[in-house]
Every structure is written in C-alpha cells, then in structure tokens.
C-alpha cells in the first residue's frame, strides 16, 4: 500500500522538525521541512539586497532558485541551487525576516505548488504552519504540536548554547512571540489549527512520548 500523508503544523520551535523527521525514519517516509523552503528564499532575498515586501523581486529570484534537500545527520542538507545553506538559514537575521516574506501571496501559492508535488504520492511527512488547512488538505493524520512560549524558548535557548551562541532567554521569547503573531495574523493560509488535526502539547512531554503518540495516530490509518 501507499504511505500516508502526515502533516505536522504548530507556532515557532515547538518541536515540530525533531519530531517529524523521527516519524519519518520510523515508516521510511519521506521528510519535507517547509520553513526550510520559506528560509532559503528569505536568505536569497537578503543576500541580493532586495526589499523583502516586494513581491516581483523575490518572485524572479524563486523562480531561479532550485531548493533540494539532501539526506543528513543530524539534519537535513538544503540547497539553493548549487550552494548549501543548511546552516545559513537558521541565522537570527533570516528568523527573524522570514515571516515578511512567507507573507507575500504568491511566494506561497509557488511553494505549495512544490510541495504539493512532492507529497503527491503520498508516504510523505511535511512540517509547517498551513499543511493541514492548505497544502495537504486530505492528509491522513493532521498534528498541531504546541508548546507554552517559555518552554519553547527554553528550547531554543540550549540548542544555540550547543551551538556556542549565547542569547537571552527573554529575547528569544519576544522574537518567538513575535513570530507567532506575525504568522497567526496574515491573510494568506495564517497558522491555524486544521478542524480534523489532533493537538498534542509538548510542554511537559519528552520527544520520545509525543513521536509516540503520532505513530500510533499512523498506525490507526494503516
Ligand atoms: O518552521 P520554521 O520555524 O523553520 O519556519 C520559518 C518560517 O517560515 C515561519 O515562521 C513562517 O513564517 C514560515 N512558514 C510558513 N509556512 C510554512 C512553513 C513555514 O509560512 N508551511
């Protein structure tokens, strides 16, 4: 039989990736991390120096720029056309754009059309904010993983201090917050939870419980 469609959607650093690239190894499906598609672009955008509300600008370099994931530990290989930006994209000066850009209507429309066809065989795990409400509409199982704004913050805080990159905490949760709103308020496909999604809230669970959870929410569908 085919594999499922799993969409996994939910605010800024609520585990979202960690979890859905474990579910993915889990049922050998494939793993699509859209932010990391709205990022790339973001990064071109920056680095061309072109004002990032105008939308034919960044529409000509989205239609030059191939963005390819390739296998990877402990994460995935992006690239924009021949450059790898893996690391690149997950500068704060791109977290902190990237909202302005996935804003633009038809940046989105062209994304969703990419990542339509890749989920289109279905045997596919996507993470994002709009995959349960617009990308994949008819996806088997739909997850909104939430997690209170101090804990992900916490998060986001030991994952740059693995790095060597020392933040604060209280502007990591602004700059989370921030995002949140800024994704929740605009009027293309704004983070929402999609009415059949089953939420699960991560504040108090291990990544472990809640990859749990959703492979028995798979299972069920098998
Ligand atoms: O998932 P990640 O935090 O890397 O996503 C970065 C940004 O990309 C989000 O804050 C949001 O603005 C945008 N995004 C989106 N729709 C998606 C995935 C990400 O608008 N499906």
Same mark, same amino acid.
């Given at each position: 039989a085919q594999g499922l469609q799993v969409a996994i959607d939910g605010p800024a650093s609520a585990g979202k990736s960690t979890v859905a690239k474990i579910v993915a190894q889990r049922f050998s499906y494939v793993y699509v991390d859209t932010g990391a598609m709205y990022r790339t672009i973001t990064l071109v955008a920056l680095e061309a120096q072109v004002d990032l509300t105008n939308e034919a600008q960044i529409m000509n370099l989205l239609q030059q720029t191939q963005i390819t994931f390739r $296998?990877?530990? $402990?994460?995935?290989?992006?690239?924009?056309?021949?450059?790898?930006?893996?690391?690149?994209?997950?500068?704060?000066?791109?977290?902190?754009?990237?909202? /302005? =850009?996935?804003? !633009?209507?038809?940046?989105?429309?062209?994304? =969703?059309?990419?990542?339509?066809?890749?989920?289109?065989?279905?045997?596919?795990?996507?993470?994002?904010?709009?995959?349960?409400? /617009?990308?994949? $509409? %008819?996806?088997?199982?739909?997850?909104? !993983?939430?997690?209170?704004?101090?804990?992900?913050?916490?998060?986001?805080? !030991?994952? %740059?201090?693995?790095?060597?990159?020392? /933040?604060? !905490?209280?502007?990591?949760? /602004?700059?989370?917050?921030?995002?949140?709103?800024?994704?929740?308020?605009?009027a293309v496909s704004p983070l929402q939870k999609a009415q059949d999604a089953v939420e699960i809230d991560t504040t108090t669970l291990t990544i472990n419980q809640v990859v749990a959870k959703i492979a028995q929410l798979i299972d069920e569908k098998l």
């Open positions: $296998p990877g530990e $402990p994460v995935q290989h992006v690239f924009a056309n021949q450059t790898e930006v893996t690391n690149a994209i997950r500068s704060e000066t791109v977290t902190n754009n990237v909202s /302005t =850009v996935a804003a !633009l209507p038809q940046v989105r429309s062209a994304l =969703v059309k990419r990542q339509q066809e890749i989920a289109a065989d279905g045997g596919v795990v996507m993470d994002g904010r709009d995959i349960g409400t /617009t990308v994949l $509409p %008819n996806a088997e199982v739909k997850i909104f !993983l939430i997690a209170s704004v101090e804990q992900r913050a916490e998060r986001r805080y !030991l994952e %740059n201090q693995a790095k060597g990159i020392t /933040t604060s !905490l209280s502007d990591l949760q /602004t700059e989370i917050a921030e995002r949140d709103y800024k994704d929740s308020h605009r």
